[in-house]
């Protein structure tokens, strides 16, 4: 078993910059893929970015690309997202995701095991 945990989130205005970071478990971080997804009130799940298990493919979604980044340090167990000129589109529950696999996948299904989110809120 898996257990995520992410941190990061808060309040910020319209922008401005926000780091969050995911601390897995155990001693085979490095065997699983990493997402991050983000889901707003009333809106489904929402792909945001995926790295495979040694941080050689990464992935992002369409509305984030270019402004966030996603990079993961296997040592500290731990992925991170950078999120630059943040809008107020942004605000939604982030959540970290994680599947031992090699290549990430884009969708909520391709992955197993999930942290219990941290909100990121982004005033205009």
């Known amino acids: 078993q898996m257990q995520l945990v992410e941190s990061g989130g808060g309040m910020v205005q319209a922008g401005g910059s926000l780091r969050l970071s995911c601390v897995g478990s155990?001693?085979?971080?490095?065997?699983?893929?990493l997402g991050w997804f983000r889901q707003a009130p009333g809106k489904e799940r929402e792909f945001v970015a995926s790295?495979?298990?040694?941080?050689?493919?990464?992935a992002y979604g369409s509305s984030v690309k270019g402004r966030f980044t996603m990079w993961r340090d296997n040592a500290k167990n731990t992925g991170y997202l950078e999120m630059n000129a943040l809008k107020f589109e942004d605000t939604a529950v982030y959540y970290c995701?994680?599947?031992?696999?090699?290549?990430?996948?884009?969708?909520?299904?391709?992955?197993?095991?999930w942290g219990q989110g941290t909100q990121v809120t982004v005033s205009s």
């Open positions: 790295i495979s298990d040694l941080g050689r493919r990464i």
């Open positions: 995701a994680a599947d031992e696999r090699n290549r990430p996948a884009n969708t909520a299904g391709g992955y197993t095991y």
């Open positions: 155990g001693r085979t971080f490095d065997r699983y893929s």
